[in-house]
């Protein structure tokens, strides 16, 4: 009796380690823990966590266990962040009808930077940044270039019509830019956009309903990743042939995604998160622990991977 009460001791204290060591999400407490959380970004020189919610940007300079707002000169609706990128010394933010905020002092204050932007393009969803200009993609009024130095809006939506003009991703590969729309769509142009060419349709989401294209990037080997409502597409030849890459997801509405290194990362509008170490081949589900809210915003850090979620704050992932 004594030998089999030992035995399912050890047993028991052998499935606590073993569950012990798998790595959990945690909830990133204080003013952002029920916060919805529609962009995030870490600026590699400073490190600085930025997130950017309904209720303005926060920033966390110790891996997510505090956060402090930054919203000097932020005004609604400029405190609702949908869309954020760094480039250089520069933080861009788009939000939800208040077009584009920029910050020169690691997000101490912000100055609105619209001039050239029509109304209809106050609605900012995506933005990319690289070497001398700034692209937007917006609810309505399709893509915007600017300058870097100076911000002058152009738009720039040869191509583009109807629903295709609500552009929810913007990536920069090489010389050409990237769009993905809310009617399932990816487009491609030289830059700096000067008239669009149809290269990808997402399949349906359901009957009806279109596979919007969520997030667009760009993995280290330079192939492009789609994510959308109908799963991950991957191009190897800038965008001349896709294959949908689904393996392990039993979640493939992506909406977000996050590049760093040889890691990709996929938060799905059903609440969980996807790794894959081999450009979308093979996925895993490393969603233990974290809240079922939608994972709207993703970032990976030297330490811990983010996930921004809808109204259950930040949560953070050692790896």
């Avoid at 047993?11 to 999400?25: G, K």
């Avoid at 019509?161 to 729309?181: E, P, Q, Y």
């Amino acid at each position: 009796m004594k030998t089999k009460l030992l035995f399912s001791a050890l047993l028991s204290f052998s499935f606590y380690l073993l569950s012990s060591q798998v790595p959990r999400w945690q909830h990133c407490r204080g003013a952002i823990d029920s916060s919805l959380v529609g962009a995030m970004a870490i600026d590699p020189a400073t490190k600085y966590i930025y997130a950017g919610t309904w209720t303005g940007i926060f920033r966390s300079a110790d891996n997510g266990s505090t956060w402090d707002a930054k919203n000097t000169g932020l005004s609604h609706p400029g405190l609702r962040v949908l869309s954020m990128a760094i480039s250089g010394k520069s933080i861009y933010l788009g939000t939800y009808g208040g077009g584009i905020f920029l910050s020169a002092d690691n997000g101490e204050s912000w100055i609105a930077a619209n001039n050239g932007l029509s109304d209809d393009a106050l609605i900012v969803k995506s933005i990319a940044a690289k070497g001398n200009n700034i692209y937007i993609g917006t609810y309505g009024g399709g893509v915007y270039v600017s300058p870097a130095k100076v911000i002058s809006w152009k738009a720039v939506n040869d191509g583009l019509s109807g629903n295709d003009m609500t552009v929810l991703s913007v990536a920069l590969s090489g010389s050409r830019i990237f769009i993905g729309t809310i009617d399932g769509n990816v487009f491609s142009s030289a830059c700096p956009g000067i008239s669009w060419t149809h290269v990808l349709s997402a399949p349906e989401y359901q009957m009806y309903a279109p596979g919007s294209v969520n997030c667009v990037g760009v993995t280290k080997e330079n192939y492009l990743v789609a994510g959308s409502n109908s799963g991950v597409f991957l191009s190897a030849d800038n965008g001349n042939k896709w294959t949908a890459l689904n393996k392990g997801m039993r979640d493939s509405t992506v909406i977000s995604m996050s590049i760093s290194g040889n890691a990709l990362l996929a938060g799905t509008h059903g609440g969980s998160v996807y790794i894959s170490f081999d450009n979308g081949k093979n996925w895993k589900e490393i969603s233990d622990g974290l809240s079922k809210a939608s994972v709207i915003s993703v970032a990976a850090g030297d330490k811990y991977y983010f996930a921004g979620t809808g109204g259950k704050g930040i949560w953070k992932l050692t790896h």
